[in-house]
């Protein structure tokens, strides 16, 4: 049996603030003016398939669009292919981190530092709730769930997809 306090910690790190389809229906300006000025953005199935190499015009408008209204942009990826999120992150031209170790917040807490984001003036946007959601939350930021990308996931991501659904339906 799980007590008030350790249910209502995790509908805490559980919950995202906002869910989206995509990153193009993420109310950027309305977010600006609440005071948020950092996005902090996962690579794989939230700005660009898992497959995919080459960030999408739309995408690229849409990371111009976010730094046109006063963001910094950054990459927080759990990726280990260096190379793939540099590559990404000159389509973009924005600074990122690969091997983020996300949900666990030491990456973006010290990239934060480093670039001088309040991380509860940021928004940390992903597919995932059990990595970008919780390390989102974890750090007090604005927390924003997108559909992945790419509908076709592993097996492996299929039942962690299934877990997190669930998880999303029992604390709503």
């Known amino acids: 049996m799980i007590y008030f306090s350790q249910r209502r910690l995790l509908r805490s790190l559980l919950t995202p603030n906002l869910v989206c389809r995509s990153l193009f229906d993420i109310p950027l300006e309305s977010l600006s003016h609440s ?9 794989d199935n939230t700005l660009l398939g898992a497959e995919d190499r080459d960030v999408s015009l739309n995408t690229q408008n849409w990371v111009l669009a976010a730094k046109s209204l006063g963001y910094s942009v950054v990459i927080l ?4 292919r260096h190379y793939r999120i540099e590559r990404i992150c000159n389509q973009v031209d924005v600074d ?3 091997r983020a170790m996300k949900p666990f917040p030491h990456s973006i807490r010290k990239v934060a530092r480093q670039r ?7 928004i940390v946007v992903g597919d ?6 919780i390390v989102g939350n974890w750090v007090r930021a604005y927390s924003v769930l997108v559909d992945p990308m790419d509908k076709k996931l592993s097996l492996f991501k299929t039942v962690q997809r299934e877990i997190e ?3 999303l339906a029992r604390l709503q």
């Open 96 to 98: 990122g981190v690969f």
């Open 128 to 133: 995932q709730l059990l990595t970008d959601v």
């Open 77 to 80: 990826s759990n990726n280990r």
């Open 35 to 43: 005071g948020y000025n950092a996005i902090w953005l996962d690579v």
């Open 116 to 122: 001088q984001i309040s991380l509860r003036r940021s």
């Open 165 to 167: 659904l669930f998880f």
